[in-house]
């Protein structure tokens, strides 16, 4: 039975349980509303939620923790020696899960029955050659071993899952049950259900700690991993970034530093462009323009900051790229290669965060009291010099923050860098070459052909973690600038 | 300027302060030059503002020029009657397509010479011009024997190349002759065109199609995808709604100012700040890795995009919440209700217009992102035809828009630049909707207190 | 300009600094000032008084043509300083400001050092030819404004640092230090303490040897303390001018009457 029917029939009981509960209130009252405690449809309420909040809570409970049980007994299954040299258990516990994701799929395509997928005695030979003819990837390192461990995965997989069924929908029924037995005239059912909201409702609040703990989790086991692979020494300080995807990685030199460098360019590149564009506009905004002007131009410059980045990639990989290699390409100047390279990505990043310095500084800027314009009008000072001399530096610690957190979104954009700045990395000083970034890695290990569990494509994590890291701080930094900074005005 | 300096012994006795009497009609030195400081930054403000919108504006023009074209597609219209007697011959032969092809390759001399143009050409021109028309001619003669003898109307895709030359991208100029066409070719394009055979037609299935193969651009369609988006967007408004306003209640109305407080306000705010392409690699290694759920499926895609969604959401939520004034939640107090019925029966309905307004643009932001979709397989994904049922739409792996846009455009031939293009238009018009929607709520309902 | 006949009464007077014509203003729609006429006499210090929204404070600011700044604000009439038109379109606001300067209701001294507090003025006018005539100006006005003893030794700690009452000596202090004519101050002890308005009173009192003041105040006291001349508003419109003796002791207006007793305001 599918998760999603699951998930229907312990709302259906919901469902039964609010309409018995109510009427077995209104029994109990005799009919008369008024001799309740609190308005019928919170006794139905009341049925509903014992019925579904528990079996709900216990089907994430056990789709979360049934990989764990099964993966450790499967682990349990392989002897160490099935596990070869530059391998490891993960490795093969990924094998295992691959060729049990395979048998089902030969199943359900109907080249193998359920019964023979699931004999354990049934000759090795055959079933991968029978795997091979229904069209599913069998590698070679499939062995005896392996796949008597995916056929014991299969069966915990399915015992689990119909346990799990068996056990949802009971406790569904019991609590229903319960919710019925306590309803009665004097049942205090309105505070019960308040109680439960309230319950619920700081759940959906802590989902923001779940994510960042989700987060977390999923690059420090992931990195942990990668550093038992490779050492976190050459990761952190190797200037080569050359992953060879053969032979497990064997001989990838996977160095951070020439990502590093490819992403701070790109983003100077872009600082470059939006911070005195979007800085100038804002001044001009806040303090020179009519409420007509700023009406429309504002809005406007504001679309920018609304088109998703695949726009922006595009215009960089298709109209930018090709358009500065025509005037500093071999027929120009003659120091570009190709279209892709640091400064098409950082040249249209930049046009991507002209809004984004704009708006902030904008809302920074109008924030400095009126009375230092006057005080500075007064004197006889111009608009110019007020905003050079008065404005700007009382604004400053708000105008960093605001350029903190626009290089935090440079370093983490990931679709301009992906199309327009190439994919080689390189350690070079030229902004018309291609290089790479922190971000464009990450997609093309983890979107490449590369065993999850190998080092080319773990580093991944290894360089979420190092951007998560970076990112993070910067806003924190970027965050308490600014707010320190409404503080001083406020 | 010197007079109207203060000479230090003046400045050390005030009585003797000079008094300037110079008059305010004369600008002096020096006021001019700051004046022109002045004007000079005014101009850099206004040149800033100019070049953002110049940006905007050939962001625009660039979309809308490349774009265009993937709406639009070229026909070569063919009308001709086969006979019994020319059908039994043709499947008689050794190469029955052949023969096909040279049946319509005389209809179209024919239909040629009706408008009273001549133009030599063979049978390799026509294949160069819409493929090889006899397959096609086949197939629709075998199936459907009993119009023979009348006249059919062929409606066949010309070629790549030539739906590049007729859409400006393929010119005599910039053209190479190749096996796919050759500059003698465009002659009988023109006078086809002349004729009225070849046509460029709006290309429906552009918007309705699936994705095609990589050799084939002319099929490629966004609809599939646009479907995918839909699904995903369906995972997210019905996930990320309901936890952004519970999450938003809980902390503008019942949280404690405790540490656990704190520690979900500070999750919120720097979740709102994390790369998107972290938010991938969550979704990589809890929904894919771990969980197990299917790779490149619309309900991973949502799942992560709601994670994503979520604080933008609650920050919009929270600021509805706290626009409705305190007087409300008396009123509604005071007349007996509990906390929670005030809330949910007043504050919340009245906060609503504002919710909304949230929720769509977070939604809209969703719709464009493609960096967490990468992560999930939803790129590698060809999708070559709709989900089978509501159920599939959510668990079969699918692309989404700006997934199928990134495809096109990682794609080797550069029909599908055109198609990327088509496809950002298409995209920006979703997202233009909703952003209007959420405007004309906020005008509709924005109240003032 | 002999054309014009109420400079030729003005010049015949003993002595006119200021004088306004039928000054009207405008915020938009609203007619906020109506008819204003009068002459303000040179080192002397003239107190505008009347109920708060009477208009005394944005007829100040018409003065050194403050009102520039808001977009909605239109001034009507004429304003003369020396007999010259400031509403003279050949008039750069920028030059006529640091002929009169201001100070403001509440202390805003900019966040910058004290020194540079003073010394922005002087900067922008180019008043210093060095480094030494910089350091005389801003020794001198901080010596003119009674600020000099206590903060001579923290020249370089931030202005917003100090109590109200010596930000706002501050405040006036950077006024003078661009050595204007006029200073405009609107209710400049509004917000300060008895102690520290006691101080700043004194204060206005030494300026008026060199500098024609003129103050806005809500409080009666601070009016017949510090002015010899005083004009009472009501609603735009100039009720009464004259001296302040006069005014407080014998006023020809019933409003004046009402609004000095106490019967409103």
């Known amino acids: 039975m599918s998760l999603f029917w699951l998930i229907l029939i312990v709302l259906a009981i919901a469902v039964v349980g609010y309409v018995l509960g109510r009427a077995r209130a209104m029994s109990s009252a005799g009919g008369v509303r008024s001799a309740l405690h609190s308005l019928p449809s919170y006794y139905g309420a009341n049925v509903a939620m014992k019925a579904a909040v528990p079996a709900l809570l216990l089907l994430i409970v056990w789709l979360l923790a049934q990989p764990f049980y099964v993966n450790s007994d499967i682990s349990a299954m392989i002897p160490d020696s099935a596990i070869s040299d530059g391998s490891s258990r993960g490795l093969v516990l990924a094998e295992v899960r691959r060729a049990a994701r395979g048998l089902d799929n030969a199943v359900a395509a109907g080249a193998m029955t359920e019964e023979f997928a699931r004999n354990a005695r049934a000759d090795f030979n055959d079933i991968t050659v029978r795997l091979k003819e229904a069209g599913q990837i069998v590698t070679s390192e499939i062995t005896q071993p392996v796949l008597r461990a995916a056929q014991r995965y299969r069966v915990l997989a399915a015992a689990g899952n119909f346990y799990m069924t068996i056990a949802v929908i009971l406790v569904a029924i019991v609590g229903a049950l319960w919710g019925l037995r306590e309803t009665n005239a004097q049942f205090r059912a309105r505070n019960t259900v308040e109680k439960g909201v309230r319950v619920i409702l700081i759940a959906a609040a802590s989902i923001a700690i779940l994510t960042t703990i989700g987060i977390l989790l999923s690059l420090v086991f992931n990195t942990v991993e990668f550093f038992k692979l490779y050492p976190a020494a050459d990761f952190f300080f190797g200037l080569t970034w050359s992953p060879s995807f053969s032979g497990r990685g064997g001989s990838s030199e996977l160095g951070i530093i020439p990502l590093l460098w490819g992403t701070f360019y790109i983003s100077f590149v872009a600082l470059a462009v939006a911070v005195p564009i979007g800085l100038f506009a804002a001044i001009y905004l806040a303090e020179y323009a009519g409420s007509k002007v700023r009406a429309v131009a504002k809005p406007l410059l504001e679309i920018l900051a609304g088109i998703p980045t695949i726009v922006y990639g595009l215009f960089a990989l298709l109209t930018v790229g090709p358009l500065l290699l025509s005037v500093f390409g071999d027929n120009g100047i003659g120091i570009m290669k190709a279209g892709t390279a640091v400064m098409t990505a950082g040249l249209v990043m930049g046009v991507m965060l002209i809004p984004f310095v704009s708006s902030l500084s904008d809302d920074i800027i109008n924030a400095v009291p009126q009375a230092m314009r006057d005080g500075s009008y007064g004197l006889g000072a111009t608009k110019s010099e007020t905003v050079k001399n008065v404005i700007l530096p009382a604004a400053l610690p708000g105008i960093v923050g605001a350029i903190l957190l626009a290089a935090s979104r440079a370093i983490g954009e990931t679709m301009i860098v992906v199309l327009g700045a190439g994919a080689a990395a390189r350690l070079s000083l030229n902004p018309f070459e291609a290089m790479t970034t922190v971000t464009a890695k990450i997609v093309s290990q983890l ?44 | 300027m010197t ?195 070849i046509k460029t037609v709006f290309n429906w299935n552009f918007i309705t199609g699936a994705d095609s193969g990589v050799d084939n651009p002319g099929a490629a369609g966004i609809g599939a995808s646009v479907v995918g988006s839909l699904f995903m967007m369906l995972v997210v408004l019905f996930l990320s709604l309901p936890i952004g306003v519970a999450a938003s209640i809980y ?128 790129v590698g994904f060809v999708a070559r035809g709709y989900p089978d049922g509501f159920i599939a739409g959510f668990t079969e792996p699918n692309s989404a828009m700006p997934a199928q846009i990134y495809t096109w455009a990682a794609r080797a031939d550069f029909a599908f630049y055109e198609k990327a293009w088509g496809g950002i238009i298409v995209l920006l018009v979703f997202l233009l909707t909703m952003n209007i929607i959420a405007i004309i709520l906020r005008r509709r309902f924005e109240r003032r207190w | 300009m002999n054309e014009m006949p109420n400079i030729e009464q003005a010049t015949d007077m003993t002595e006119t600094k200021i004088s306004a014509n039928k000054v009207q203003v405008y915020y938009g729609d609203t007619h906020a000032i109506k008819d204003v006429d009068i002459e303000i006499q040179p080192r002397s210090v003239t107190a505008f008084i009347g109920p708060s929204g009477c208009g005394k404070s944005t007829f100040l600011r018409t003065i050194n043509r403050m009102n520039d700044t808001i977009d909605i604000c239109r001034v009507e009439g004429s304003i003369r300083i020396d007999g010259e038109d400031i509403y003279d379109p050949k008039v750069d606001p920028v030059q006529l400001r640091a002929k009169v300067g201001m100070v403001f209701q509440k202390p805003n ?31 001198s006005s901080l010596q003119k404004a009674g600020l000099w003893e206590e903060v001579k030794n923290r020249l370089d700690e931030p202005g917003t640092g100090m109590s109200g009452g010596q930000q706002q000596r501050l ?40 500098f024609t003041i003129v103050i806005v105040t809500h409080s009666m006291q601070q009016a017949a303390r510090v002015s010899q001349r005083t004009a009472f508003f009501h609603l735009g419109i100039l009720v009464e001018e004259g001296s302040t003796q006069d005014i407080f002791t014998n006023p020809k207006d019933k409003r004046t009457q009402d609004y000095i007793t106490g019967r409103f305001g």
């Open chain 2, 3 to 197: 007079e109207t300096t203060l000479s230090p012994e003046a400045a050390e006795k005030p009585a003797k302060l000079p008094f300037k009497s110079k008059s305010l009609y004369e600008v002096d030195d020096l006021t001019r030059k700051r004046n022109a400081a002045e004007k000079r930054f005014k101009t850099y403000g206004m040149a800033a503002i100019g070049v953002g919108l110049f940006f905007l504006f050939v962001l625009a023009y660039t979309i809308i020029s490349e774009g265009i074209p993937a709406f639009t597609k070229t026909i070569v219209e063919v009308e001709f009657s086969l006979t019994q007697e020319q059908f039994d011959e043709a499947e008689g032969q050794l190469f029955k397509t052949k023969a096909y092809e040279q049946i319509f390759i005389g209809a179209l001399q024919g239909q040629l010479q009706e408008s009273g143009v001549s133009v030599p050409f063979d049978a390799t021109t026509i294949e160069r011009i819409v493929g090889k028309p006899g397959n096609t001619i086949r197939s629709f003669f075998t199936a459907n024997q009993d119009k023979l003898g009348g006249p059919a109307a062929f409606e066949l895709a010309a070629s790549s190349r030539v739906d590049g030359y007729m859409n400006g991208r393929v010119t005599r100029e910039n053209m190479t002759d190749s096996r796919f066409l050759q500059k003698t070719d465009l002659d009988l394009v023109d006078n086809l065109v002349e004729a009225g055979v």
């Open chain 3, 171 to 210: 405040c006036i202090a950077r006024a003078i230090a661009v050595s204007p004519e006029v200073i405009l101050m609107d209710e400049p002890c509004s917000a300060l303490d008895p102690i520290a308005t006691a101080k700043v009173e004194e204060l206005i009192d030494e300026l008026r040897e060199n």
């Open chain 1, 447 to 490: 979107t490449g052909d590369a065993d999850f569990a190998s080092p080319v494509a773990l580093v991944a994590f290894a360089l979420g973690m190092t951007l998560f890291v970076v990112t993070l701080g910067l806003n924190i930094v970027a965050l308490y600038i600014v707010r320190k900074y409404r503080e001083q005005y406020d």
């Open chain 2, 251 to 378: 902390l503008e109305e019942f949280a404690p100012q405790n540490r656990f407080t704190d520690l979900i306000e500070v999750n919120i705010s720097n979740l709102a700040a994390v790369p998107s392409i972290v938010f991938g690699i969550l979704g990589l290694a809890v929904f894919i890795q771990f969980m197990h759920l299917p790779q490149s499926a619309p309900i991973v895609g949502g799942l992560v995009l709601t994670l994503m969604t979520l604080p933008t959401i609650i920050i919009s939520t929270r600021a509805s919440l706290k626009a409705v004034p305190p007087s409300i939640r008396d009123a509604a107090l005071g007349i007996g209700a509990s906390k929670m019925q005030a809330i949910f029966h007043h504050v919340l309905p009245l906060a609503m217009p504002g919710i909304l307004t949230g929720t769509i643009i977070g939604l809209a932001q969703a719709l464009g992102e493609t960096a967490p979709l990468l992560l999930i397989g939803m």
């Open chain 3, 109 to 139: 001294p900019f966040p910058k050092s004290i020194y540079d507090n003073i010394a922005y003025g002087p900067r922008i006018h180019g008043l210093a030819r060095n480094k030494a005539e910089l350091d005389d100006i801003v020794s």
